[in-house]
């Protein structure tokens, strides 16, 4: 089957489009250079093969279902790499195996391999394993299945991008890749039928051994959750059921590492069931490591990435859990103190908050955002309201009060936010329902950079988050093509990462020229904004290698590496009174983080809302010298430009869809980003 039809069919489409009668193989050729964002990506954008864990995408969703319904004993997954590459097949590098996979996994892999050395002798293909590659991040295909029982095999045949091409090996066709590709596929059921009771008793004792290792452990089971945030949770837990964990309801308080878990709004996971390894994974910090190269991340301890507060319980006699484990459950709002004269609120900690808020713009309402905090007393009951609950009034509306009721039950139904009607404008502490710290909001019309110079990743990943999970349009425009395009008729511009070298010039003094009248920039890097001198942020120094460290000749990869930050977990302190911190209400959040750049600190109050800690580090590897220019610096910088805002994210909010914690910083600077005084 073709796991990713979007790639697929953008791929084959662009190589058809450049094919000749005659042979043309110089390298140099248009039809080998397919353009943004080619064909390794599905619909968003994503990498599909870096989904396995997240499940993000429906195809990822699918295969994962299938998986388990198979639970097959070999996964073979076929890739492309360099045109002027052989033919790799696992194992990796030895020391970048993860360790929490069997080591008779990795046994059976170089029995396996074998076979396909044999396959590829008799064509004589050129190959090599053990050299590059690894099995360290379980949501790629070749090693998902390493923690599931089975033996995952990546197998990367040099690509060629058409039907015939030059490379330093000679010339090369499609034909002689698919032949490759088919022979290991053929060595690949050799192997599998010859290693049979091998594979089956594998698989066998992989789940008892998993049994027999959650019995020794120390952790015994895992406990996460918060009151106010159903939506999130539930989407954790529907995470944790596709990948066959079972959650069950926390049904009696638990206090743990300063931390409370209330009944009935919190969930247990016992570490004794048969995904305890990927239970480990999903849970675990990760701060050792055998080497300091990784294919992918190094982490991705997923209650940060849903920004769920956790502990480890250690003994299980105070832990009363359900009877039942927990599966899917749909998130449905209700309204508190029924249908309103005056008008409803509802608090922005959901998930699903911008999902409602937009839904009620786009029919038109006015509605406000709360810059303090206040209560009413609704149904008898005190409620308190934050920053950054939204008001919406029921007077002066395009639509009378019954249309009013009706769309905002309509709109708790279909988000999960619960709305309060207010029966009385005076509240008993703090502001007044016509208080002038109710800020007006205006409807988000955005536009957003995407194509050539812009990061197709960065890009995609913003409009997954805009279009999937908030139900709200963005516009994709062509870097060259803003030029020609009226920005009055937008109030937000997303520039994702990227050079953005098309946007100098006049098309850069109209960008600003719109600024100045009150729009709202949101950037994804510092490299536009300061080279177009519309912000003043700058980058740290990059670390250098320690000049005291021998490494051999051989060895010089590894001075990269030591320094790189692929992926880790780091944490970062809000100012939750600031409208880029709304929804969030307590003060620590995780931030993952790739990529070397580190922001400076400007020299002005109020601009950092969100800066890492002094002690940051929380999961991943990272060496000491990133982990000291990590120390403090912002996350996210806002500098005024005009009446408008410029907004610096220095790391990705919406990491892969996964990292759902931070996404809310990234969506309050698109709603409130206009009220930052």
Same mark, same amino acid.
């Given at each position: 089957?073709?796991?990713?039809?979007?790639?697929?069919?953008?791929?084959?489409?662009?190589?058809?489009? &450049?094919?000749?009668?005659?042979?043309?193989?110089?390298?140099?050729?248009?039809?080998?250079?397919?353009?943004?964002?080619?064909?390794?990506?599905? &619909?968003?954008? =994503?990498?599909?093969?870096?989904?396995?864990?997240?499940?993000? &995408?429906?195809?990822?969703?699918?295969?994962?279902?299938?998986?388990?319904?198979?639970?097959?004993?070999?996964?073979?997954? &076929?890739?492309?790499?360099?045109?002027?590459?052989?033919? =790799?097949?696992?194992?990796?590098?030895?020391? /970048?195996?993860?360790?929490?996979? #069997?080591?008779?996994?990795?046994?059976?892999?170089?029995?396996?391999?074998?076979?396909?050395?044999?396959?590829?002798?008799?064509?004589?293909?050129?190959?090599?394993?053990?050299?590059?590659?690894?099995?360290?991040?379980?949501?790629?295909?070749?090693?998902? #299945?390493?923690?599931?029982?089975?033996?995952?095999?990546?197998?990367?045949?040099?690509?060629?991008?058409?039907?015939?091409?030059?490379?330093?090996?000679?010339?090369? *066709? %499609?034909?002689?890749?698919?032949?490759?590709?088919?022979?290991?596929?053929?060595?690949?059921?050799?192997?599998?039928?010859?290693?049979?009771?091998?594979? %089956?008793?594998?698989?066998?004792?992989?789940?008892?051994?998993?049994?027999?290792?959650?019995?020794?452990?120390?952790?015994?089971?895992?406990?996460?959750? /918060?009151?106010?945030?159903?939506?999130?949770?539930?989407?954790?837990?529907?995470?944790?059921?596709?990948?066959?964990?079972?959650?069950?309801?926390? $049904?009696?308080?638990?206090?743990?590492?300063?931390?409370?878990?209330?009944?009935?709004?919190?969930?247990?996971?016992?570490? @004794?069931?048969?995904?305890?390894?990927?239970?480990?994974?999903? =849970?675990?910090?990760?701060?050792?490591?055998?080497?300091?190269?990784?294919?992918?991340?190094?982490?991705?301890?997923?209650?940060?990435?849903?920004?769920?507060?956790?502990?480890?319980?250690?003994?299980?006699?105070?832990?009363?859990?359900?009877?039942?484990?927990?599966?899917?459950? *749909?998130?449905?709002?209700?309204?508190?103190?029924?249908?309103?004269?005056?008008?409803?609120?509802? /608090?922005?900690?959901?998930?699903?908050?911008? *999902?409602?808020?937009?839904?009620?713009?786009?029919?038109?309402?006015?509605?406000?955002?709360?810059?303090?905090?206040?209560?009413?007393?609704?149904?008898? @009951?005190?409620?308190?309201?934050?920053?950054?609950?939204?008001?919406?009034?029921?007077?002066?509306?395009?639509?009378?009060?019954?249309?009013?009721?009706?769309?905002?039950? $309509?709109?708790?139904?279909?988000?999960?936010?619960?709305?309060?009607?207010?029966?009385?404008?005076?509240? #008993?502490?703090?502001?007044?329902?016509?208080?002038?710290?109710?800020?007006?909001?205006? @409807?988000?019309?955005?536009?957003?950079?995407?194509?050539?110079?812009?990061?197709? /990743?960065?890009?995609? $990943?913003?409009?997954?988050?805009?279009?999937?999970?908030?139900?709200?349009?963005?516009?994709?425009?062509?870097?060259?093509?803003?030029?020609?395009?009226?920005?009055?008729?937008?109030?937000?511009?997303?520039?994702?990462?990227?050079?953005?070298?098309?946007?100098?010039?006049?098309?850069?003094?109209?960008? @600003?020229?719109?600024?100045?009248?009150?729009?709202?920039?949101?950037?994804?890097?510092?490299?536009?904004?300061?080279?177009?001198?519309?912000?003043?942020?700058?980058?740290?120094?990059?670390?250098?290698?320690?000049?005291?460290?021998?490494?051999?000749?051989?060895?010089?990869? *590894?001075?990269?590496?030591?320094?790189?930050?692929?992926?880790?977990?780091?944490?970062?302190?809000?100012? %939750?009174?600031?409208?880029?911190?709304?929804?969030?209400?307590?003060?620590?959040?995780?931030?993952?983080?790739?990529?070397?750049?580190?922001?400076?600190?400007?020299?002005?109050?109020?601009?950092?809302?969100?800066?890492?800690?002094?002690?940051?580090?929380?999961?991943?590897?990272?060496?000491?010298?990133?982990?000291?220019?990590?120390?403090?610096?912002?996350?996210?910088?806002?500098?005024?430009?005009?009446?408008?805002?410029?907004?610096?994210?220095? $790391?990705?909010?919406?990491?892969?869809?996964?990292?759902?914690?931070?996404?809310?910083?990234?969506?309050?600077?698109?709603?409130?980003?206009?009220?930052?005084?």
């Amino acid at each position: 089957p073709s796991l990713n039809p979007d790639g697929f069919t953008r791929h084959s489409t662009w190589a058809n489009m &450049h094919q000749s009668i005659t042979d043309v193989t110089n390298p140099y050729s248009r039809q080998y250079a397919e353009v943004w964002p080619g064909g390794r990506t599905n &619909h968003y954008w =994503f990498d599909l093969n870096r989904d396995y864990i997240p499940l993000a &995408h429906p195809e990822s969703r699918g295969r994962i279902k299938k998986f388990h319904e198979w639970k097959p004993n070999v996964v073979t997954d &076929h890739h492309e790499m360099s045109a002027n590459s052989t033919f =790799f097949f696992q194992p990796g590098v030895p020391s /970048r195996n993860n360790p929490i996979t #069997p080591e008779r996994n990795y046994e059976l892999t170089h029995e396996i391999a074998k076979y396909h050395a044999d396959y590829l002798d008799s064509i004589g293909t050129a190959y090599y394993s053990e050299e590059s590659f690894d099995d360290y991040y379980f949501g790629k295909g070749s090693s998902y #299945p390493d923690v599931n029982g089975s033996v995952g095999i990546l197998f990367e045949q040099a690509g060629y991008r058409g039907r015939i091409r030059e490379t330093d090996n000679g010339i090369r *066709k %499609l034909a002689f890749g698919i032949r490759n590709q088919f022979a290991v596929t053929l060595s690949t059921l050799d192997a599998a039928m010859n290693l049979k009771d091998e594979l %089956l008793s594998f698989q066998k004792e992989f789940y008892e051994e998993a049994l027999q290792l959650a019995e020794k452990n120390r952790v015994k089971a895992y406990v996460f959750g /918060r009151e106010n945030d159903r939506v999130n949770m539930k989407a954790f837990v529907d995470l944790l059921n596709q990948h066959q964990i079972d959650v069950f309801r926390n $049904e009696k308080d638990v206090s743990l590492d300063g931390k409370t878990f209330k009944a009935g709004s919190s969930y247990i996971v016992p570490v @004794k069931q048969k995904q305890f390894r990927l239970i480990q994974s999903f =849970f675990e910090e990760v701060i050792t490591f055998a080497d300091s190269t990784f294919y992918d991340v190094s982490t991705w301890t997923l209650p940060y990435a849903y920004n769920l507060p956790y502990a480890k319980i250690t003994s299980l006699k105070d832990v009363q859990t359900s009877a039942e484990k927990i599966s899917t459950e *749909k998130i449905t709002g209700s309204i508190t103190g029924g249908e309103s004269q005056l008008a409803y609120l509802f /608090r922005w900690n959901e998930y699903t908050a911008p *999902k409602a808020l937009y839904a009620l713009q786009n029919a038109g309402l006015l509605t406000k955002v709360a810059a303090d905090e206040f209560s009413f007393n609704i149904n008898g @009951k005190n409620e308190n309201f934050y920053r950054g609950t939204i008001l919406i009034p029921v007077h002066d509306q395009p639509l009378n009060q019954d249309e009013i009721y009706s769309l905002v039950t $309509e709109t708790a139904e279909n988000t999960g936010v619960d709305f309060y009607g207010l029966s009385t404008g005076l509240s #008993p502490t703090g502001m007044d329902m016509g208080s002038n710290n109710f800020n007006l909001l205006k @409807k988000p019309e955005i536009l957003m950079a995407a194509g050539n110079s812009v990061s197709s /990743r960065d890009a995609g $990943e913003l409009w997954y988050l805009f279009d999937q999970d908030y139900k709200i349009p963005v516009g994709l425009v062509e870097p060259n093509s803003f030029r020609y395009i009226n920005l009055n008729r937008y109030n937000v511009l997303i520039l994702p990462g990227g050079s953005l070298n098309e946007l100098g010039g006049e098309t850069a003094q109209k960008i @600003k020229a719109w600024l100045q009248e009150g729009g709202t920039l949101i950037a994804g890097s510092t490299g536009w904004t300061t080279k177009n001198e519309l912000s003043k942020i700058k980058l740290k120094k990059s670390s250098e290698p320690d000049s005291t460290r021998y490494l051999n000749y051989a060895d010089r990869a *590894k001075e990269n590496s030591l320094n790189a930050i692929g992926g880790a977990i780091f944490q970062a302190e809000m100012d %939750l009174t600031h409208p880029l911190c709304y929804g969030y209400l307590t003060k620590e959040v995780a931030v993952f983080k790739t990529g070397n750049n580190v922001a400076e600190k400007l020299k002005r109050k109020f601009a950092e809302p969100v800066s890492f800690t002094e002690q940051p580090y929380l999961s991943g590897f990272v060496s000491s010298q990133n982990l000291e220019r990590i120390k403090n610096a912002p996350v996210v910088t806002v500098e005024s430009f005009g009446r408008g805002k410029v907004i610096t994210f220095h $790391e990705s909010m919406a990491f892969r869809g996964m990292w759902k914690g931070t996404s809310k910083l990234f969506s309050n600077a698109v709603f409130f980003g206009s009220t930052i005084k």
